[in-house]
């Protein structure tokens, strides 16, 4: 009996596979646990709930004056206006994808870009995490806007897909590829993408330019319990397994504003600096690499 057939709670697969390996374990646990108002606020004013960040300018006239009783408010929308912004411009580096079409979203956290791939489309959505929380979230959601015949979130290793060799259109990494080995990683996609299809990542890498990963990309390896690779790594691993990039965007400018914006907000973390400044330093870039699978 294979995972998708068991009985489901909330849609998903009662069945919980064990951790590939202890690490997995700790990122399991993170995810169950997490349940930071900076996600679930944002998630709340529209239902498309994100963990990744944000880019594009700020709109200070929707903010409007922060005397204002309704600021904190307005600057919730706006931070999550930007996350949508983000997901929006992965998106648009898939290509042209049919209703036809199966994408696959690694690392999918609470499902939102997965909501937003198939209300472009019309397509299939196969979501996936660790977090048995969060695959539950996703398929409520997906329930809720009754969409749920076409997009999906099952609790897998991305490592070790059941989707089978060749069969996926297009498929993303949107701020999770920091929690694997990245040779390991494309070897997956480039298995279950069709020759033609498209890979899309958005993440944080530490500026070989730089020389080592500096203070602040330590910091923000503990705070997440994550490791953050080096563009060059990106670069290298996908070259190795068949991704050839046919866009590789520096969006670091372009987060920035997201960055200083959320500093002034209620709804800090304790991180922003040294997202801040390692940006400023040019020791961290926020990259979108698309790539086709040849
Ligand atoms: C920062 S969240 C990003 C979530 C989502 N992509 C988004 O943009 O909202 C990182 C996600 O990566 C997932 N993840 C980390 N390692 C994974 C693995 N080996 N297999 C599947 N998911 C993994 C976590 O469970 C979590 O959902
Ligand atoms: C760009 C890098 C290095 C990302 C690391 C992965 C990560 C934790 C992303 C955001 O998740 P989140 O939305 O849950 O984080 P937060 O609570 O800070 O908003
Ligand atoms: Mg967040």
Redesign the pocket.
Known sequence: MTNTELPTVNGTSAFVPAPATPYQGDIARY?NA?A?P??LR?GDVDGLY????GIGAVDHAALGDVEDSEYEKKLISELHRL?SAQAEVLLDHLGPISPEDTLVDAGC?RGGSSVMAHQRFGCKVEGVTLSSTQAEFGNRRAKELEIDSHVRAQVCNMLDTPFEKGSIAGSWNN??S??VDLDDLFAEHSRFLKVGGRYVT????WNPKYGQPSKWVSQ??A??E?N?HSRREYLKAMADNRLVPQAVIDLTPDTLPYWEL?ATSSLV?G?EEA?IESYKDGS?Q?VLIAADRV
């Open positions: 995810w997490e930071r900076v996600n944002l994100h963990h990744h960040y996350e956290g701020e999770s920091m929690y958005i993440t944080g890498c923000i390896n705070h997440f994550c953050i959320r973390t991180i997202f961290f926020y």
